[in-house]
């Protein structure tokens, strides 16, 4: 069975993760209400997400060779909505959830770049885990077959993550 979870490590180098983390972690507000435990800043409008953007595409046409069936859907999508996100030490997204809802209906595939080390990571409710390392990306579906939760770091650190969404897209 395939679980439709693609992983590539060195997606960003250690440089450029650090870098990233000094850029953002002093730029951060609130995550919302309902998933405490997390400071977020919207990255679109920056060179940032323009360069990221640029590298993040080419993976999406990996993934779609890996997992034909995503070609297989009747609109088109692309990548959109990147946030840094920092979660404080002690503190993880621990509520297992998926990104498509009704408010987010238009969401295919989850993005979540790891720009920090723990000895935790993304776990996923059929029992699916991606480890969280310095330059390591993940791409998922976001609907409930890939419902997940971050795990608290033991080592009681930071944790720095990039998401994105690929949404569906209305095409003039």
Known sequence: MRNFIYQKD?????????????????DLKPGEEEYHGYLSRDLEGTEDYSVLQQKIIPLLKDYGEYFPEVNFTSDYWTLTHMRFKLFEAGRSFEKWHS??????????????????????GTEFYK???IKSEVGRIAIFPSYFTHAHRGQKCP??????????????????
Do not use: P, W
């Open 10 to 26: 060195n997606f960003l180098t250690n440089k450029e993760c650090v870098d990233l983390v000094n850029k953002f972690k002093d």
């Open 99 to 120: 990104e498509h809802s009704l408010v987010y209906s238009t969401r295919l595939l989850n993005i979540m770049m790891y720009l920090t080390e723990h000895n935790c």
């Open 127 to 129: 029992g699916e885990y």
């Open 155 to 172: 080592d009681n650190r930071i944790r720095c993550i990039i998401t994105g969404y690929v949404n569906f897209i209305k095409v003039q």
